[in-house]
T-cell receptor, first 114, second 113 residues
Framework: NAGVTQTPKFRVLKTGQSMTLLCAQDMNHEYMYWYRQDPGMGLRLIHYSVGEGTTAKGEVPDGYNVSRLKKQNFLLGLESAAPSQTSVYFC?????????????FGPGTRLLVL | LAKTTQPISMDSYEGQEVNITCSHNNIATNDYITWYQQFPSQGPRFIIQGYKTKVTNEVASLFIPADRKSSTLSLPRVSLSDTAVYYCLVGGGYTGTASKLTFGTGTRLQVTL
C-alpha cells in the first residue's frame, strides 16, 4: 500500500515549457487535490476533484489545468511555465471532503522554472 | 475564505508542553479544524481534528473555545522528533466545496535539549 505517490520528484523547466505532474493513490479515495507550497504562504489549493471525471478550481488555479480520467490518478499540467510557478507541489487525497476527512499527502514535487 | 493566522515560529525544550494557537475569525458554522505536521522534504501528516470543545488522541490535544474563532494544538512532553512545521486547516463545512479549505501559514517548532 503505497498511499499517495508523485512523479517526478524534481524538475527544472525553462520559461514557456510545458509539463505534467502525476499523482496516484491506491486508497480508493474519491477526493484528490493539488496544492502549491511557497515560503511563508503555507499550502494553497490549486485544483481539486470530487470523483473520476470531475475537476474544480481552488484558490490559485490560474496557469494550471488538471484532469482526472481515472479514479486513482490526478494530473496537474502547466501549459506555459512561468518563474512564478517555481514551488513545491503536493498532491493529496481523502475519502470524503477534506476538513471533514483526513487528507493523505504525497512526498511533493519540487519545480524550478528558470 | 476563512483567514487563518499562526505564529511563525516557537522554541521549546525537550519534555515541555507546547501550545500552538491558530486564529480563524471567519470560520463558518459547519467548518472543521484540523492540524497537520510536516517534516522537511515530506508531505504534511494528519495529527488531530475537531469541531468544538476538546479532542485528545495519543499524540496531541486540540482545544476549541465556544466561539470557535481560534484553536490550540497542545503537544505534551515534546521530544526532538517533534521538531517540524505545524499547520492548521479550516474547512470541510460545505459538501463538495473544497475551494473553501484554508491552511494557515504554518508554525515552525524547534525542540532542543
Amino acid at each position: 500500500n503505497a498511499g499517495v505517490t508523485q512523479t517526478p520528484k524534481f524538475r527544472v523547466l525553462k520559461t514557456g515549457q510545458s509539463m505534467t505532474l502525476l499523482c496516484a493513490q491506491d486508497m480508493n479515495h474519491e477526493y484528490m487535490y493539488w496544492y502549491r507550497q511557497d515560503p511563508g504562504m503555507g499550502l494553497r489549493l490549486i485544483h481539486y476533484s470530487v470523483g473520476e471525471g470531475t475537476t474544480a478550481k481552488g484558490e490559485v488555479p490560474d496557469g494550471y489545468n488538471v484532469s482526472r480520467l481515472k479514479k486513482q490518478n490526478f494530473l496537474l499540467g502547466l501549459e506555459s511555465a512561468a518563474p512564478s510557478q517555481t514551488s513545491v507541489y503536493f498532491c493529496a487525497s481523502s475519502l470524503g471532503l477534506a476538513g471533514r476527512e483526513t487528507q493523505y499527502f504525497g512526498p511533493g514535487t519540487r519545480l524550478l522554472v528558470l | 475564505l476563512a483567514k487563518t493566522t499562526q505564529p511563525i515560529s516557537m522554541d521549546s525544550y525537550e519534555g515541555q508542553e507546547v501550545n500552538i494557537t491558530c486564529s480563524h475569525n471567519n470560520i463558518a458554522t459547519n467548518d472543521y479544524i484540523t492540524w497537520y505536521q510536516q517534516f522537511p522534504s515530506q508531505g504534511p501528516r494528519f495529527i488531530i481534528q475537531g469541531y468544538k470543545t476538546k479532542v485528545t488522541n495519543e499524540v496531541a490535544s486540540l482545544f476549541i473555545p465556544a466561539d470557535r474563532k481560534s484553536s490550540t494544538l497542545s503537544l505534551p512532553r515534546v521530544s526532538l522528533s517533534d521538531t517540524a512545521v505545524y499547520y492548521c486547516l479550516v474547512g470541510g463545512g460545505y459538501t463538495g466545496t473544497a475551494s473553501k479549505l484554508t491552511f494557515g501559514t504554518g508554525t515552525r517548532l524547534q525542540v532542543t535539549l
